[in-house]
């Protein structure tokens, strides 16, 4: 029968300019070919050159950790009840018996205690999602702090950074929905949020809750957003974010042999996919490993959401917890206007939380703006080479962790046994003064780093050796770095800043400069005058040092 | 009745009346007094006052004055009853270390038999909450667990977190964790609200959701082990972050620097 069927395909293509398939696998390809076009994809794309450095493995992480999600969250749904319908609980967990609570609640409680591996496939999907949270603000901070967000990369970095917020937001709605005592506080917490919102927050809450808080809605309208939505604007925001890192090609960093040409490394198939198809099974094994030894969200132990209960130690999930913190210091101000209350101290909070992130997202732009540059850069810069840069994003994440502090400064009090009103003290002051340290000490350490090189590329590296001249003078021996290394530490382009357009035009009449253009000078020369980096060495200087002439 | 009453005016009249009414009284003191056991309770009583007292003319009366009536350096003791000085001693939070925001628990180095001393000393400055019985603070019923957490978490998770871990106040001040604390001690800190706490009198919660709420924490804090693992402290969303951070991303970058320094190196041939 085989036989026949061969015969009749190899007589229905005579005219195929393709040699009949080898074997079954080739035939089997070349079906999938005339339908889909795989070899010219397969010839474009599987030969792909990827630079390695373990920092580009960061954007790995995020993706693998988003798989395990989905797939994790997948198998919770098929046993998860997202309805605000009271029961009595039954079930096999002796603290909780007799207790009414809501359907969501119970069918987690059932998942922890009744699903097979349900306990386990809980604690991966949560702690796949803080890993994958923080994965991507590592990432995020790897693609600023190097510079690769610059030309073409600009509509790559906003993807990533919506991918970040989504994550975020979606985390929020999935601490939400299993109604126990803590995620019901986070709802609760959201909606004082909505209320403080001038003219629109009581509307606003009364149409998303569908009534009063708690109301019977909230989670199966959670539950949708939290499944759907935004899994789904996450997907396709990721297509495109790969989709773009393969039309861009990968940044690399500076080495011989490496222009903003080409792209040096190795190629897709095989040895990244082996490594990346390795990374993953790696990633997905020690989420795994964890899970099965760390609890996360023992909602068991919170018990059933009461809008009466609430428990200390009320934080959110990481991520948010900045949000936390700036509710947690800010002072409560009220005012009343009109017959209404401006509630202050949750407004301002709401409205600087959105800042924070939008700062770190625009940044590109405004670099863009301030240098003027309109051409393509895909070697990545060292992050001592853009000292404001650096520095900048050094006081982001100062800015970031002392809101952190200040969301757990309950925990800070109690297990370092200070006084909870002196750490919410130190927030307030830190919230505007260590950004502005930290931003100090990371420029000076960054042009401290930059002298450093100047002096290896001019001098070379100290060789620990002592020579006594005749004389008696002694000197330490410095040894001439490779023509690598040399060619690593002086690749870097120093951008000069930009200038004033001339004040006169060419009949000698003043010429308005304007506004921006004054600030946009100005910034510019903040960003690399004198005082933001040190030339580098020029070719002459190191002949001028090397040729004998000097006395090392 | 005529020979009673032409008697009445009798010189030792007074007396027979006196002797009489000396007998009734006696003879229904005799009837009605609680029986020896009770006559030695008191003498026992007496004695562990007196024992009681001495022991805190050395421990205590320095702050609290010599008959407890308090001093600018501690509060006065008439009427906080035994089971204040049972809990307070008992747990070794006094005598106080030092003043501070709070005094801690500490190791206690009283043994219970003069910790009842002292107590009864107190207890005899002025009526207080009195010491429990163990009938009183020992669940027998499996049910109290369930109602005792939802009593715990109305009344207690706000300060003490959900499994009793304890968590900050005001000013350095806290909500110490109850892991292992004994169950006649946390029904007195109940009945007497030591320190920071509210007190929880019969009158606002009845002695069974004490027992109650007793089954609660015991089981939380001591019976129970922990379905999902590493507590990480029973502390909520911020060590977990902690955790998630060190061990789960950490490892993952160690993990990717490991990968990207093995690989395959191009041969040169």
């Not at chain 1, 195929?16 to 005339?34: H, I, L, Q, Y």
């Not at chain 1, 709605?173 to 917490?189: E, N, V």
């Not at chain 2, 501690?74 to 747990?91: E, H, I, K, R, Y």
């Not at chain 2, 007195?188 to 606002?204: I, L, N, V, Y």
């Amino acid at each position: 029968m085989s036989s026949a069927s061969s015969t009749t395909s190899g007589a229905a293509k005579p005219a195929s300019t393709r040699a009949k398939p080898a074997n079954k696998w080739e035939a089997a390809a070349d079906w999938t070919d005339g339908r889909l076009g795989i070899y010219s994809l397969a010839k474009a794309n599987l030969r792909k050159i990827f630079p390695d450095h373990w920092s580009f493995m960061l954007g790995e992480i995020c993706l693998y950790t988003f798989v395990i999600i989905i797939l994790t969250g997948v198998y919770l749904t098929l046993f998860f009840k997202p309805s605000m319908a009271e029961v009595v609980y039954n079930g096999s967990y002796v603290p909780l018996k007799g207790i009414g609570m809501s359907e969501a609640y119970a069918s987690t409680v059932d998942i922890s205690f009744e699903v097979r591996g349900g306990l386990l496939i809980r604690q991966i999907h949560h702690w796949a999602a803080l890993v994958f949270v923080a994965a991507m603000l590592v990432h995020m901070m790897r693609v600023f702090f190097t510079g690769a967000f610059r030309k073409p990369r600009e509509i790559n970095w906003v993807f990533g950074f919506l991918l970040l917020v989504l994550g975020m937001f979606d985390g929020f709605f999935g601490y939400s929905l299993p109604d126990d005592l803590l995620s019901g506080t986070g709802i609760r917490f959201m909606e004082g949020a909505i209320l403080a919102v001038p003219l629109v927050g009581t509307y606003v809450q009364m149409f998303l809750f569908g009534g009063e808080f708690p109301g019977h809605d909230i989670v199966p309208r959670f539950f949708t957003i939290h499944v759907l939505l935004i899994p789904g604007i996450m997907l396709g925001l990721l297509v495109a974010h790969l989709i773009l890192v393969f039309y861009h090609k990968h940044t690399q960093w500076a080495g011989p042999g490496k222009t903003e040409k080409n792209v040096v490394g190795m190629p897709l198939m095989p040895v990244y996919m082996a490594k990346a198809g390795g990374f993953f099974f790696l990633v997905f094994g020690l989420i795994a490993a964890i899970s099965a030894i760390a609890t996360i969200n023992p909602i068991w132990a919170y018990g059933p959401y009461r809008p009466d209960q609430v428990s200390t130690d009320a934080q959110p999930d990481w991520y948010m917890g900045f949000s936390e913190g700036l509710i947690r210091v800010m002072p409560g101000w009220e005012v009343g206007l009109w017959g209404h209350t401006l509630n202050l101290g949750v407004f301002i909070p709401l409205m600087i939380f959105p800042l924070v992130l939008v700062s770190i997202a625009v940044y590109p732009f405004i670099e863009g703006w301030i240098t003027g540059d309109k051409r393509e850069h895909h070697i990545l810069d060292r992050p001592r080479n853009a000292p404001v840069r650096t520095a900048l994003g050094a006081a982001w994440i100062s800015l970031y962790l002392v809101l952190l502090v200040g969301g757990g400064n309950d925990l800070f009090a109690t297990h370092l046994h200070l006084s909870i009103n002196s750490i919410t003290y130190f927030v307030r002051v830190g919230f505007f003064a260590v950004p502005v340290i930290t931003f100090i000490i990371t420029k000076r350490w960054c042009l401290g780093l930059q002298r450093r090189d100047k002096e290896k590329v001019l001098h070379g590296r100290e060789t620990g050796v002592i020579k006594r001249l005749p004389h008696g003078e002694f000197v330490e021996v410095h040894a001439q770095l490779p023509q690598k290394d040399l060619y690593k530490l002086t690749a870097h382009e120093q951008i000069q800043p930009v200038e004033l357009p001339a004040q006169t035009d060419e009949n000698g009449v003043a010429a308005k400069s304007g506004l921006l253009n004054r600030t946009r000078a100005k910034l510019s020369r903040g960003f690399y005058g004198g005082g933001s980096q040190i030339p580098k060495p020029t070719s002459e200087e190191h002949h001028e040092i090397t040729s004998g002439h000097g006395h090392h | 009745m005529k020979k009673l009453s032409a008697r009445r005016r009798h010189p030792l009249a007074a007396l027979v009346v006196l002797l009489l009414a000396l007998a009734a009284t006696g003879g229904l003191y005799a009837a009605f007094a609680p029986a020896d056991k009770a006559q030695a309770d008191v003498a026992a009583q007496s004695l562990a006052i007196d024992e009681g007292k001495k022991l805190f003319a050395v421990g205590c009366s320095s702050c609290h004055g010599l008959n407890g009536q308090g001093s600018s350096d501690g509060p006065s003791l008439v009427g906080v009853g035994s089971a204040s000085v049972d809990f307070q001693v008992g747990t070794g939070r006094m005598p106080a270390q030092q003043p501070g925001a709070q005094v801690p628990r500490k190791k206690n180095i009283y043994s219970q038999a003069e910790i009842d001393q002292l107590a009864a000393f107190v207890a005899s400055l002025g009526p207080g909450p009195v010491t429990p019985t163990k009938e009183q603070y020992t669940s027998t019923n499996p049910d109290d667990i369930s109602k005792g957490g939802e009593l715990f978490r109305t009344n207690c998770a706000q300060c003490h977190n959900f499994a009793g871990q304890g968590g900050a106040l005001t000013k350095g001040k806290y909500a110490p964790a109850l892991e292992g604390v004994d169950a006649k001690h946390i029904y007195e800190a109940m009945q007497t609200g030591p320190q920071q706490m509210p007190s929880f009198p019969d009158t606002t919660m009845p002695e069974e959701q004490k027992k109650q709420i007793v089954a609660f924490v015991r089981h939380t804090t001591n019976d129970e082990p922990n379905p999902g693992g590493l507590t990480l402290g029973s502390l909520g969303p911020v060590t977990e972050g902690l955790f998630g951070w060190i061990f789960g991303l950490g490892t993952l970058i160690a993990v990717a620097i490991w990968v990207a320094a093995h690989t395959t190196k191009a041969k040169k041939s």
